[in-house]
């Protein structure tokens, strides 16, 4: 009997540790998405900010 509620204990610790590792890579895989578009189009964005910029400025 202890031993079938030990095992119950057992899985739901290893449940938890395996939900924790999916949304670490959920997370990981966003940041990834993230990083590529800011490279992709990091340099336009840059340029609307300094036509807005130059044209309150002048």
Same mark, same amino acid.
């Given at each position: 009997?202890?031993?079938?509620?030990?095992?119950?204990?057992?899985?739901?610790?290893?449940?938890?540790?395996?939900?924790? &590792?999916?949304?670490? +890579? @959920?997370?990981?895989?966003?940041? =990834?998405? &993230?990083?590529?578009? +800011? @490279?992709?189009?990091?340099?336009? =964005?840059?340029?609307?900010?300094?036509?807005?910029?130059?044209?309150?400025?002048?």
């Amino acid at each position: 009997m202890h031993g079938i509620i030990r095992r119950t204990g057992d899985d739901s610790r290893g449940q938890q540790g395996q939900g924790m &590792v999916e949304y670490a +890579l @959920i997370l990981v895989l966003i940041a =990834v998405v &993230v990083i590529a578009v +800011l @490279i992709v189009l990091g340099n336009q =964005v840059q340029n609307v900010f300094c036509n807005v910029a130059g044209a309150i400025g002048g």
